[in-house]
């Protein structure tokens, strides 16, 4: 995995989300919980909202199409937790006030 520059961290204030859309990398969504960085694939697999335009309350966010809940530390859906419904979880970093996301290499 290469990590890849996605947002500045002063874009990001503690208790918030932010949609991002990167060049040949799917959509991430971060969040600021208490300051750790997180981030989703920013397509809910219910019925594809943003997550990251929704509504961060502790460490579950509300996506602003249907309401449905999602861990941002797992991405486990609260509505339906089994594995087909979480979204994606990917590391990330900040290096000198730039938050940086690392996605799956591609496979062939």
């Known amino acids: 995995m290469q990590y ?4 500045r961290l002063e874009d990001l204030e ?3 989300c932010l949609s991002v859309e990167i060049d040949n990398a799917p959509g991430v969504a971060l969040f600021n919980v208490d300051g750790e960085i997180l981030a989703l694939n920013n397509t809910c697999p219910h019925a594809g909202g943003p997550l990251g335009e929704g509504t961060l309350d502790g460490e579950f966010v509300e996506c602003p199409w249907h309401g449905w809940e999602f861990n ?10 089994i594995p087909e419904w979480a979204a994606s979880c990917y590391p990330t970093r900040v290096e000198n006030g730039i938050i940086q996301v690392a996605f799956p290499e591609e496979t062939p």
């Open 4 to 7: 890849r520059d996605v947002a």
């Open 14 to 16: 503690p208790g918030t």
């Open 72 to 81: 941002v530390r797992t991405g486990q859906c609260m509505e339906n937790p």
